[in-house]
């Protein structure tokens, strides 16, 4: 068992290190994105064919990263092949990103607040590059006292303009974003309630949290309290939201359905922001020495 703290304000056993429960916790979260892909796709009957390529992909980073967080030093071909595939799984964000966009264009062929809200998911592909970025920088570790300075393990050492937790906390901040601009888009399918609000305004307010202390050159213990209550109060509202989501697709049916949990209210959907939330939590822990 390893102990971390979290700004003096918890003291947590993890058990693993913290840079092999990063891969873990990388891993886990593309099979899940995957299997959500999978179901979305399956309305459409995996129809065009590049459907197929976020499903083809996740089982292959998902894996390179379950393997590669078992050993403590990782051998210069796992840690090779784990990059490559990260990058691929960035890139096949991107395209999903471009592949949904065209999606939605209407027929006169530009973007219109409708088509956003009604037709694909125009953010949900980015899922794959922000996971697989998360990724990518797992298999590193920074040389102490030297901020950016990254080692690769078996491959060398490089030189980044920030240092690795710094590049973390753009990647939760930037999450946070998403989750907020995500649920503004499909909470204005069927109209905004006080409780879907609660999302969409935590989220933006989640998002300045961590972006401030992803650019600030110190942090005073009361920035460290915002977040790290920012971060719990994140797992509290996503666990909240799905209640809320499952409640919803259970009210008039008795019982869940595919379509309903796809197409009404998606019931792993607000789960994001207690994903978010842990991932804050991991990545300004700080091992303790002994």
């Given amino acids: 068992m390893n102990s971390v703290n979290i700004f003096h304000l918890a003291n947590i056993r993890l058990p693993m ?14 099979m899940f994105t995957g299997i959500d892909v999978v179901l979305a796709h399956s309305i459409n009957e995996f129809i065009p064919v590049y459907e197929w390529i976020p499903i083809i992909y996740f089982p292959l980073g998902a894996i390179s990263c379950l393997i590669a967080a078992f050993p403590s030093k990782p051998h ?10 990260m990058i691929i799984g960035i890139l096949v964000g991107i395209l999903g990103t471009a592949f949904h966009g065209n999606a939605v264009l209407n027929p006169a062929g530009y973007l219109s607040w ?7 998911p125009i953010l949900a592909p980015l899922a794959f590059a922000g996971i697989s970025l998360l990724g990518l920088y797992a298999i590193t570790e920074e040389i102490n006292n030297e901020p950016g300075v990254l080692n690769i393990p078996g491959l060398g050492t490089f030189k980044a303009p920030i240092s690795r937790d710094r590049h973390f906390l ?4 930037l999450g946070f974003g998403a989750s907020a601009i995500t649920s503004m888009i499909d909470h204005a399918q069927y109209g905004y309630t006080f409780y879907k609000m609660i999302a969409i305004i935590f989220g933006l307010f989640a998002t ?3 972006i401030y202390l992803s650019v600030a050159k110190e942090w005073t213990k009361g920035d460290e309290l915002v977040y790290f209550w920012t ?5 509290v509202i996503g666990v909240l939201g799905f209640g809320f989501h499952l409640s919803a697709d259970l009210a008039g049916t008795g019982a869940l359905s595919m379509e309903r949990i796809l197409a ?10 207690s994903d978010l939330g842990l991932l804050g939590l991991l990545v300004v822990a700080q091992e303790n020495k002994e």
Wanted: aromatic share 14%.
């Fill in 231 to 235: 971060m719990i109060t994140a797992v």
């Fill in 114 to 120: 409708s088509w956003v809200v009604f037709g694909s």
């Fill in 76 to 85: 210069k071909w796992l840690a090779l092949t784990h990059i490559v595939l």
């Fill in 264 to 273: 009404f209210a998606p019931v792993l959907a607000p789960l994001l922001f």
């Fill in 208 to 210: 300045s949290v961590v």
């Fill in 170 to 173: 753009w990647l939760v901040g």
């Fill in 17 to 30: 290190e913290k840079n092999r429960l990063l891969m873990l916790f990388v891993g886990i979260n593309l």
